[in-house]
């Protein structure tokens, strides 16, 4: 975990926990210590972090330690609980029922009233927090309420020596995740599930009714939503035995249910149907058979969103939703207290690529961009609102949704967001969106060859702006003179005056790499000859030798040629003259010695200006991605007609080139976070103050907290997450002073010059 807390300043509060008079910032009685001169900080070790709930004292980074911390953090941000009202390794005396021997047990965290002294009879919830177990290469299942009696019963305990004013419970282990509460009704304890947990500042609200009536929907913070979605598919998954890809499917039909009621709700006043009731959470309790009305209710909604999106051919008459009234009781609980049209869309995106990245793989040689590279090249070429977005190889669509949240924020909040809580970025993020699926329409486009991954891609900017995503099933080396057959070719054509030859501002791609996979047959001859003006000028697709001076000499058509090279010559005539260009593509095209790539070189050097070149490790794409190989990412922009002239007029002309070599993106080849050390091998530190801001009793409370931060080592930190005080060097940042310095030797004309 990178964050650490120093300490927590509420207005109007004082100290930052409220505890007996007497008591230390420990828990340990006697008033001597606060008459001793502190002896000043120590150094925290690699493995102690700041506690998130007291903010100054410092606590041991054991795996157990790691949930609870993420889970405190949660119960701030999305459930609105001050700090000051919790405590960790609360002590509460517990008499087992069958022995009458009594013992003490501690909750993980005691949250207590708002305001009042830390004391048993003020305990309102108790949360049990458990190691993250190991990954197992077999499939799991999730454990339900009703399989997890254990698990239940030991927060039951200790809510029933807590006394009958504490109301909720919660367990969890990072995979399984219960929410308990005491049924008031009965004479007897008796423990049922919730869907989720009321908010901090809901002290009354009906139990009895269904979640709409809870006054419980909420935005959803970042990690508990990733958290929900990782459930949901492990349970299609490991419950109902279905494919990792099947289980992703099945898992966005019911997701896209939950979107459609919320704008049913919202903008019809219907009555919400995306909910479990009382009666199916007590069903749920003793049984996994789930609820035939709360299945009813999702098939109903899911017919209906396949009917509203029918006019833009979003789904087909094999889209059907088949899970069991088991997994959509199960998905239906997990989901229904989030409103996704609240939520931060980076939370959202964030969440959808881990998913859909973790379950979706293509077969034809795709090495999926790991986000790292998406946000970096994005930021590169700093798409405009009034530029034609197009990724020929869009994949599942990280390109499309990276370049929506950078138009977003570049946009619409100041400083990118940065410096905003919370709660304000996803106002401003959500307040947007129709813009932003405005701009998604008419700008933001994909194609590929897959067509379960540019349905994936779909389905990922649909979940960011409500609106179907521009993204075809295309052959892109054939399209527009040949591949008719594929089934987005019309709907691509369609849209020619955006994404047609010579159509687009900016283009982004991650083609497949790979000789195992050549290119072959007539669509070479679309390489060679325009089936408009005839034969091409210039073109790789040709065998290449040397004449006996070493320069290159061009041969005969070429028969088999590997995807990478040919993308190269398409993503060129693709784009506009001025229009810009970022590939990722193997580190031998640009360093081999041999004709053939040095023909590719060739071609760059003829039809465009390199604006630079970023050579990177192999860790993005071994942990992203699952392949050990080098890359560079090139960032190009085309020449124009007036620009090739004055080349031949006066000569190829010299120019300043930006070059970098990354050396860390702040994860391992095991996708452990890094963090940067100094010459002794120590971290290194940073301590500053944050604003933030929670919601106690429906009132914001400005908080200012101080933090000491491990500083993450990425050399492509961006400029969304990059925090205020980061100061290390980045290549976004040399790069804007590249331009700074050079900028007046480059020859290409920027916008508006003659």
């Known amino acids: 975990m990178g964050e650490e807390q120093l300490g927590f300043d509420v207005p109007g509060e004082g100290e930052g926990k409220r505890r007996k008079p007497g008591t230390g910032a420990s828990g340990a009685a006697g008033g001597q210590a606060d008459s001793v001169e502190s002896p000043g900080p120590r150094k925290l070790q690699d493995d102690e972090v700041f506690d998130f709930i007291t903010g100054d004292k410092v606590v041991k980074l054991t795996p157990t330690e790691e949930v609870r911390q993420r889970i405190a953090r949660a119960l701030v941000h999305q459930y609105g609980i001050d700090p000051a009202d919790m405590e960790a390794d609360f002590s509460i005396p517990v008499v087992n029922p069958k022995t009458g021997r009594k013992s003490r047990k501690r909750a993980s965290i005691a949250i207590f009233e708002h305001g009042k002294e830390h004391e048993l009879q003020h305990v309102r919830r108790i949360v049990v927090t458990k190691p993250r177990p190991s990954d197992s290469r077999t499939v799991s299942k999730i454990r339900t309420y009703a399989r997890a009696n254990e698990q239940v019963g030991e927060v039951a305990d200790l809510m029933h020596a807590a006394g009958p004013q504490c109301h909720y419970g919660m367990w969890t282990d990072d995979k399984d995740l219960y929410f308990i509460r005491r049924n008031p009704e009965r004479f007897e304890d008796e423990y049922l599930p919730m869907v989720n947990w009321p908010r901090g500042d809901a002290t009354e609200f009906d139990v009895r009714g269904n979640i709409s009536s809870l006054g419980m929907v909420r935005r959803a913070d970042e990690t508990m939503l990733r958290f929900a979605f990782r459930r949901c598919h492990d349970y299609i998954h490991g419950n109902e035995g279905l494919p990792k890809d099947a289980a992703f499917w099945q898992f966005l039909y019911v997701l896209f249910a939950k979107l459609y009621d919320e704008e049913q709700v919202r903008e019809q006043e219907r009555e919400s149907r995306f909910y479990v009731d009382s009666s199916d959470l007590r069903l749920l309790a003793k049984s996994d058979a789930g609820s035939p009305a709360v299945a009813a209710r999702i098939k109903e909604l899911f017919e209906e969103v396949k009917e509203a999106y029918a006019g833009e051919r979003q789904f087909t008459?094999?889209?059907?939703?088949?899970?069991?009234?088991?997994?959509?009781?199960?998905?239906?609980?997990?989901?229904?207290?989030?409103?996704?049209?609240?939520?931060?869309?980076?939370?959202?995106?964030?969440?959808?690529?881990?998913?859909?990245?973790?379950?979706?793989?293509?077969?034809r040689g795709q090495y999926f961009t790991p986000n790292v590279i998406t946000r970096f090249m994005v930021e590169m070429l700093d798409p405009k609102l009034d530029e034609t977005v197009l990724d020929p190889c869009c994949g599942t669509g990280g390109f499309l949704r990276e370049t929506l949240l950078h138009v977003l924020h570049r946009e619409w909040l100041p400083d990118f967001g940065r410096g905003l809580s919370v709660h304000e970025k996803a106002r401003l993020e959500t307040a947007h969106r129709p813009d932003l699926a405005r701009y998604a329409k008419d700008r933001i486009f994909g194609m590929d060859f897959d067509p379960f991954l540019t349905r994936a891609a779909s389905f990922g900017v649909m979940m960011l702006t409500g609106a179907r995503g521009n993204t075809y099933q295309v052959d892109s080396l054939q399209f527009p003179y040949m591949g008719k057959q594929m089934a987005g070719f019309d709907a691509a054509w369609e849209r020619r005056d955006r994404v047609g030859m010579g159509e687009v501002d900016v283009l982004f791609t991650n083609p497949p790499f790979g000789t195992d996979i050549p290119?072959?047959?007539?669509?070479?001859?679309?390489?060679?000859?325009?089936?408009?003006?005839?034969?091409?000028?210039?073109?790789?697709?040709?065998?290449?030798?040397?004449?006996?001076?070493?320069?290159?000499?061009?041969?005969?058509?070429?028969?088999?040629?590997?995807?990478?090279?040919?993308?190269?010559?398409?993503?060129?005539?693709?784009?506009?003259?001025?229009?810009?260009?970022?590939?990722?593509?193997?580190?031998?095209?640009?360093?081999?010695?041999?004709?053939?790539?040095?023909?590719?070189?060739?071609?760059?050097?003829?039809?465009?200006?390199?604006?630079?070149?970023?050579?990177?490790?192999?860790?993005?794409?071994?942990?992203?991605?699952?392949?050990?190989?080098?890359?560079?990412?090139?960032?190009?922009?085309?020449?124009?007609?007036?620009?090739?002239?004055?080349?031949?007029?006066?000569?190829?002309?010299?120019?300043?080139?930006?070059?970098?070599?990354?050396?860390?993106?702040?994860?391992?080849?095991?996708?452990?976070?890094?963090?940067?050390?100094?010459?002794?091998?120590?971290?290194?530190?940073?301590?500053?103050?944050?604003?933030?801001?929670?919601?106690?009793?429906?009132?914001?409370?400005?908080?200012?907290?101080?933090?000491?931060?491990?500083?993450?080592?990425?050399?492509?930190?961006?400029?969304?997450?990059r925090p205020a005080y980061h100061e290390r060097p980045n290549v976004i940042d040399e790069y804007a002073a590249f331009l700074k310095e050079y900028g007046h030797e480059l020859p290409w004309r920027t916008e508006g010059e003659a």
């Open 519 to 721: 290119v072959t047959g007539p669509v070479l001859d679309l390489f060679r000859e325009d089936p408009r003006n005839g034969m091409k000028d210039k073109s790789i697709a040709y065998s290449w030798g040397r004449h006996e001076d070493g320069s290159l000499k061009r041969g005969k058509p070429a028969t088999s040629i590997p995807p990478e090279r040919l993308f190269v010559q398409k993503c060129v005539e693709w784009v506009r003259p001025g229009g810009r260009i970022g590939i990722v593509l193997p580190n031998g095209i640009l360093s081999n010695p041999g004709p053939d790539d040095e023909a590719v070189r060739q071609y760059i050097l003829d039809e465009c200006w390199i604006t630079g070149s970023v050579e990177m490790p192999v860790e993005p794409f071994v942990y992203g991605a699952g392949v050990n190989i080098l890359t560079t990412l090139l960032f190009l922009r085309k020449k124009t007609d007036r620009e090739k002239y004055e080349e031949r007029l006066h000569g190829p002309a010299d120019y300043p080139v930006f070059m970098a070599v990354v050396e860390k993106v702040g994860f391992d080849r095991r996708g452990n976070a890094l963090f940067v050390r100094d010459p002794r091998g120590e971290y290194v530190w940073h301590e500053y103050f944050e604003d933030d801001e929670i919601v106690v009793k429906d009132v914001i409370v400005p908080r200012r907290i101080k933090r000491r931060k491990k500083i993450w080592d990425n050399d492509l930190m961006d400029l969304r997450d």
């Open 317 to 363: 008459e094999y889209d059907r939703l088949t899970l069991n009234e088991a997994a959509l009781t199960f998905l239906t609980s997990e989901l229904s207290s989030y409103t996704l049209h609240g939520t931060s869309l980076d939370a959202l995106g964030t969440a959808y690529q881990e998913l859909v990245g973790d379950n979706l793989r293509g077969d």
